[in-house]
């Protein structure tokens, strides 16, 4: 084991000094001033007076419960204590020396902006009282679309299928261009994002229209966009989940999935969008708990694969960058090796940051004793680190790792931010089906619509239940909506509620979710149909629904249940836009998967 060597001398020029005190407070750059970021040389020296404990801490990113650093809610304490032994994110890092947090809405990360920003400086304050006083890695799953932690007022972009049917680079750079700023002004400086996946199997439990799509190149270039995008705003980004999670039909977080593409497939399907996201700079890739057999014959999950991540990743795409394990909490990674060993393998598979362990103690001590014990080198721990601290320092974290609620102020959810969002989602917005020229709806002749449909939960996400929120659009462009909510799998006395509430009216637009094969939505839309009032179905998921609603008169893809894609949805139902969005998957026949009903690249105009 190497101590910490003593900081006498060194100190005279430490990579950040103290913070000064509040939000608006500067850290000073260890190296001479006129470096713009410390260099590699720099970082060695740091690395090398690190005590073990700290370069292990440097290599975990841990979720911790709270809005603050310090003083967070007694239910969020209480939960500290009972998953990781710590009350606070400060007594977290004092403890474990952590290179990095990762944020989520249900461990009460994300209140709002100036709580964020707050939060953020006071996890770096956290980090630079350590001894070698390195800042940390704040990260966040920030998608869009069906993925996003940081609700309104945030400027909330359609995800990546959407931004798929939209087909513009430009507007997918754009989007991450405004998301990392609005990220970055909270201090949170790493994305995990874009999905870099090919969703070609419509079946796919976890990816969907979390994928720009189906065709690889296609995917490739959307990804190269946002990763520009995000990172033209001074944050890291992050394509996930390599060698490419598209094809499974078993939810990795419950599950292990096995992928059985041949090696040329692979390199057909898979390999091209994590190559664009190379080519275009990527800081990040995530890894996926998935078996490749054509890629290691041992079957052991990519994320701890040694031919996947050094062999492939590493030595035949070139990436130097940051590897990142997805949550190793998943199931995915837990299924063949225990929690102790998962942590290590990965090290030696070539991870840098290993992500959200379930149990951090047993990961954490499972790396420190394994270098203790001669299995890991400690060589190897200041390889990864080196890479993460290269990263903080691209990112300008040695220099500034604090925020201000005025910087906040004048990048969150501003006008033109909410506005580009708007004319994005339109452009994405996809029209499949229109029966003798329904749409576009006017209130002149459809007055009273009926709206239906499932609410699947958006919390800090929405106005309001997705229903809500697609009537009170219709409202505002003159027509008269009432609104039922049926969910997703209405009773048939839901379903007799909807009928009778469809008496009278002129339209009814139905929200869906997922639709499959005899399900209670397809026998709600069914039902209202044999009314005879004009029925018109939103996906407000997977496109795939429409294949299982041909009662419908119209059918329109939104491709998420978020405000932006709805509102924009309704816009194209009532022209006030016109549907530009183009299929970026295909859509298979419901009673035939073998014939396509709708290729990629349709879609249909006014």
């Not at 020029?13 to 470096?35: C, D, I, K, N």
């Not at 102020?409 to 506005?419: C, E, F, I, K, Q």
């Not at 239906?452 to 009170?472: E, F, H, K, M, Q």
């Amino acid at each position: 084991m190497r101590h910490r060597q003593s900081s006498k001398g060194f100190s005279r020029r430490t990579l950040l000094a103290a913070a000064t005190a509040g939000v608006a407070a500067t850290a000073l750059s260890a190296v001479p001033a006129q470096a713009s970021a410390p260099s590699d040389k720099a970082l060695r020296k740091l690395i090398s007076g690190m005590s073990l404990e700290e370069k292990v801490g440097q290599l975990f990113v841990m979720r911790v419960y709270g809005h603050s650093a310090t003083a967070p809610d007694q239910a969020d304490i209480d939960a500290n204590l009972k998953e990781i032994g710590v009350r606070t994110a400060a007594e977290l890092i004092d403890k474990y020396k952590l290179g990095g947090i990762i944020y989520f809405a249900w461990a009460h990360n994300v209140r709002d902006p100036h709580q964020i920003a707050d939060l953020s400086n006071g996890i770096q304050k956290a980090g630079l009282r350590q001894p070698s006083r390195v800042p940390l890695l704040i990260a966040t799953d920030q998608e869009h679309g069906i993925v996003c932690r940081v609700g309104k007022p945030a400027t909330l972009f359609p995800g990546a299928m959407a931004l798929g049917a939209g087909g513009s680079h430009a507007d997918a750079r754009k989007a991450g261009q405004i998301a990392g700023a609005e990220l970055r002004s909270v201090g949170i400086v790493q994305d995990y994002a874009p999905d870099a996946d090919v969703n070609v199997n419509p079946a796919n439990p976890v990816i969907g229209v979390r994928s720009f799509g189906a065709d690889p190149q296609a995917v490739a270039g959307m990804v190269a966009a946002q990763v520009k995008g995000y990172q033209s705003a001074g944050i890291a980004s992050t394509a996930k989940h390599f060698p490419g999670h598209g094809d499974t039909a078993t939810d990795s977080h419950t599950g292990l999935p096995v992928i059985t593409h041949t090696r040329e497939q692979w390199e057909r399907l898979d390999k091209p969008s994590f190559e664009a996201a190379i080519a275009a700079g990527i800081d990040s890739i995530m890894t996926a708990h998935i078996v490749v057999p054509a890629l290691d014959p041992a079957e052991d999950p990519a994320t701890l694969s040694h031919p996947i991540l050094t062999g492939i990743l590493r030595e035949e795409l070139g990436y130097d960058g940051v590897v990142v394990t997805d949550s190793l909490g998943m199931e995915g990674v837990r299924t063949k090796y225990g929690d102790e060993r998962v942590p290590v393998l990965a090290l030696k598979a070539g991870v840098d940051q290993l992500l959200n362990p379930p149990k951090l103690d047993v990961s954490w001590n499972a790396v420190l004793n394994a270098v203790r014990g001669g299995e890991l080198a400690e060589a190897r721990l200041d390889e990864s680190i080196l890479r993460i601290l290269r990263l903080k320092a691209k990112l300008g974290l040695f220099k500034e790792p604090y925020v201000t609620h005025r910087g906040v102020d004048r990048t969150v959810g501003t006008a033109a931010h909410l506005a580009a969002a708007d004319r994005i989602a339109e452009r994405t917005t996809t029209l499949l089906v229109n029966k003798e020229g329904l749409l576009p709806l006017a209130p002149a002749t459809h007055k009273n619509v009926l709206v239906l449909g499932a609410n699947p939960a958006s919390p800090s996400l929405s106005d309001g239940p997705p229903t809500t929120v697609i009537g009170a659009a219709l409202t505002e462009l003159g027509f008269t909506a009432t609104v039922l909510a049926t969910g997703t799998a209405p009773s048939q006395a839901t379903i007799a509620q909807a009928v009778a509430a469809a008496q009278g009216k002129d339209a009814a637009v139905i929200g869906t979710y997922n639709v499959g094969a005899g399900s209670a939505q397809q026998s709600l839309v069914n039902a209202v149909a044999a009314t005879g009032v004009p029925v018109v179905t939103l996906s407000m998921r997977n496109p795939y629904d429409v294949a299982q609603l041909g009662a419908s008169d119209a059918h329109v893809a939104a491709y998420s249940w978020i405000d932006v894609e709805l509102r924009a949805a309704v816009r194209v139902i009532a022209g006030e836009a016109e549907p530009r969005g183009k299929l970026p998957v295909p859509v298979q026949k419901a009673d035939d998967p073998t014939q396509v009903l709708y290729p990629i690249g349709y879609g249909l105009t006014y």
